[in-house]
């Protein structure tokens, strides 16, 4: 049973453009989602996060969406740069009890120069 | 990664052997867990603990033992190594519970059982 999903395994964006990464899930208690980012050989590092009582958090040229009523969110880079390649995870968790990550299983975005 | 550690990078083991993969962290932090990353399934919980001398099980808690006797150190063991349990492995940690804790993860380790 997979709470938190991230159906598109890839996503190929061109440089200067949007990338718009998206994550759907089932539970609707989660109180926060986050989203890591990922390069080979290293562990995942935290890059933006949303409380469920907000529908929108920025960080620089990162924008976290919620959208609650689809158990829905989504990450917009804008523009996007090479740097930028790498997977992301988004994670959602229960502020109740344990502090428990569930992830969902990552999109591989690729910027091209 | 700020401050969680672990040890060792890259181990290969035989079906039967036993292991345990270390994680340190400096930061004080209460909350300590372990994950492992499989090709498709994204990072799955294997065991937390929210304090020294606390610990609970995660999602695929089978196959692993842990135990928190200090707050910095949250070692993860492999009792007898399946090759199931071929994985990349994540320690991380954060402060207690709260809204918005930011949770760091280690380098990984690297586990191949043959």
Known sequence: ?113 | NAGVTQTPKFQVLKTGQSMTLQCAQDMNHEYMSWYRQDPGMGLRLIHYSVGAGITDQGEVPNGYNVSRSTTEDFPLRLLSAAPSQTSVYFCASSYQVSSGNTIYFGEGSWLTVV
């Open chain 1, 1 to 113: 049973d997979q709470q938190v999903k991230q159906n598109s395994p890839s996503l190929s964006v061109q440089e200067g453009r949007i990338s718009i990464l998206n994550c759907d899930y089932t539970n609707s208690m989660f109180d926060y989602f986050l989203w890591y980012k990922k390069y080979p050989a290293e562990g995942p590092t935290f890059l933006i996060s949303i409380s469920s009582i907000k529908d929108k958090n920025e960080d620089g040229r990162f924008t976290v969406f919620l959208n609650k009523s689809a158990k829905h969110l989504s990450l917009h880079i804008v523009p996007s740069q090479p740097g930028d390649s790498a997977v992301y995870f988004c994670a959602a968790y229960l502020i109740q009890g344990a502090q428990k990550l569930v992830f969902g299983q990552g999109t591989r975005l690729t910027i091209n120069p």
